[in-house]
């Protein structure tokens, strides 16, 4: 599977990888504490902040969690070379405060891909490892090939950010 990319950012490298027909992996360690981390995934004021990459143009026009096990999400974008709004949303299959979130990726025809993301906390540090279990080979060629997977990079460098401004006021 050579469907692999990494790139620098400090010392921190954000990885994607093809580890299966079905799987993307993506990982990076973020200078922060998994309960900071863990609560940028959650909490909507904080996801809003990050999540849609500036470079797209899209703009968040409603951000709905209820993020615990078996809450759901609505995730509302615009853009302005469209009329209609794009609409994400799903179910929390599991939420492990600060450790784990797990949740559906339902919008579109038939079954969509697991995404699980785990928080593991080190001297201070937290390494991000977020897997897409897609329900096929052909639904994951298509993510790669539709350029959703290359957004990724950008979001976490937005995290990043997030999380470079919400420990500095608390030092």
């Not at 593991?120 to 991000?128: A, H, M």
């Amino acid at each position: 599977m050579d469907a692999s990319k990494q790139n620098d950012r400090g010392n921190h490298r954000v990885e994607v990888k093809r580890v299966s027909d079905r799987e993307l992996v993506v990982t990076r360690r973020f200078n922060a504490p998994a309960r900071l981390v863990f609560e940028a995934w959650t909490k909507p004021e904080l996801f809003r902040q990050w999540w849609a990459p500036a470079s797209v143009g899209m703009t968040f026009l409603a951000c709905d969690m209820d993020a615990r096990t078996g809450g759901t999400y609505r995730l509302e974008f615009g853009h302005p070379c469209s009329d209609q709004p794009a609409v994400f949303h799903g179910r929390y299959l599991e939420v492990t405060p600060p450790s784990k979130v797990v949740w559906t990726n339902e919008e579109g025809d038939g079954e969509g891909a697991i995404t699980t993301v785990t928080f593991e906390e080190s001297n201070g540090q937290t390494l991000v490892v977020m897997r897409d279990l897609h329900p096929s080979k052909e639904a994951l060629d298509e993510a790669i090939a539709s350029g959703s997977t290359n957004c990724t990079e950008e979001q976490f460098t937005q995290l990043n950010d997030l999380l470079d401004a919400s420990t500095a006021d608390t030092r």
